[in-house]
């Protein structure tokens, strides 16, 4: 098992920046994938970047150039620094690792989400 605490969301303005973590615990060494997903009301949950354990990135192309993630294996964290924030960036920001074992998908596990509001 695997547990995801995230932290750093919040509200700010259009333009500003926010820096949003999470921390994996548990059967960490079971890892690959890491990375975060968002969820507006009323929308489907995208996929906003994701890393690999060898950092290999991949950003959603509304976020690219804005949005960057990095990861600490050591720590077992991932974090999502996002600048030039826009009111459409607003969303449940929700982590997620996925688990593997022998190069097989076991499973995805996924964080409470963390609130992310940008105001105009």
């Known amino acids: 098992q695997v547990q995801l605490v995230e932290s750093g969301g919040g509200l700010v303005q259009a333009g500003e920046s926010l820096r949003l973590s999470c921390a994996a615990s548990?059967?960490?060494?079971?890892?690959?994938?890491m990375g975060w997903y968002r969820q507006a009301p009323g929308k489907q949950r995208e996929l906003v970047a994701a890393?690999?354990?060898?950092?290999?990135?991949n950003y959603a192309d509304s976020v690219k150039g804005r949005f960057t993630i990095s990861r600490d294996n050591a720590k077992n964290t991932v974090s999502l620094q996002m600048n030039s924030l826009r009111p459409e960036d607003t969303a449940v920001y929700y982590c997620?690792?996925?688990?593997?074992?022998?190069?097989?998908?076991?499973?995805?596990?996924w964080g409470q989400g963390t609130q992310v509001t940008v105001s105009s």
């Open positions: 997620y690792a996925r688990e593997y074992s022998a190069g097989t998908y076991l499973g995805t596990y």
């Open positions: 548990g059967s960490t060494f079971s890892i690959n994938g």
């Open positions: 890393i690999t354990s060898g950092r290999s990135t």
